[in-house]
């Protein structure tokens, strides 16, 4: 399980970076949709299993987590890089 939360992690991270940096430029700057179109639902999708995992994964009893730090695991989600931080510091 640990596993899989950490590739998932990666993956929210990476659709995360790509979608604020490359995609969301682009619509804006030269009226490029079709690239936040095709990034944006994996992201949305990756966003909502890395919440779940979070959760399910019952982090609380894994990793002995108090609520203040599951908080900081989902709100490092909305952060670029976050959840590559999250990885270093809680999972590895």
Known sequence: MK????IIT?????SNILLIIIAVP???????????KLVGMPHGLLFVAYCL?????????????NIGTLAIVL????IPFGT???????LR
Do not use: P
């Open 53 to 65: 995992m979070a959760i399910a994964f019952a982090l609380f009893r894994v990793y002995k987590w």
């Open 10 to 14: 990666f993956l929210e991270g990476v």
């Open 84 to 90: 590559f931080w999250v990885d270093k510091k809680y």
């Open 75 to 78: 709100l490092a989600s909305l």
């Open 3 to 6: 596993k899989a939360f950490r």
């Open 26 to 36: 682009l619509k804006y700057i030269f009226g490029i949709e079709a690239l936040v």
